[in-house]
């Protein structure tokens, strides 16, 4: 079983609408995966604008790939590297650290992560 950045096992990301690179809800990576989609992050508008103006354009549905487009509040595993662009960009979205594959760490710090972190004890 994957494990998040915690140490944990990987929970669940977003259902509805179905998340991760493999359409499973969980942040899951593999071979295949070159985006990296690591990161459970809770969009906002300000985020989707931001990546929207990076050239990836999260609010369009896009059925023919069965993407729904995302609007705020939804949780979607996001590429590591987008989230740490948003993060200098002073953008970054909320994470869901327990939902957040362990990973992201090669990447972008704990104590990053932590100070995103949706629902957790970051003590």
Not at 22 to 35: Q, W
Not at 58 to 80: A, I
Request: aromatic fraction near 8%; glycine fraction near 8%; charge should be negative.
């Amino acid at each position: 079983m994957a494990k998040n950045v915690l140490g944990s096992n990987l929970e669940s990301c977003s259902l509805d609408p179905v998340t991760g690179f493999f359409r499973d809800g969980c942040c899951h990576t593999g071979a295949d995966d070159i985006g990296l989609h690591l990161v459970c992050a809770e969009m906002t508008g300000e985020f989707l604008e931001f990546s929207r103006r990076r050239g990836n354009d999260l609010s369009t549905p896009m059925p023919q790939y069965g993407f729904p487009g995302l609007k705020p509040g939804d949780r979607w595993c996001l590429c590591v590297e987008r989230w740490k662009e948003a993060l200098e960009a002073g953008m970054a979205p909320s994470v869901v650290l327990e939902a957040t594959h362990i990973s992201a760490l090669e990447f972008v710090s704990i104590e990053e992560l932590k100070a995103h972190a949706i629902d957790v004890d970051v003590d």
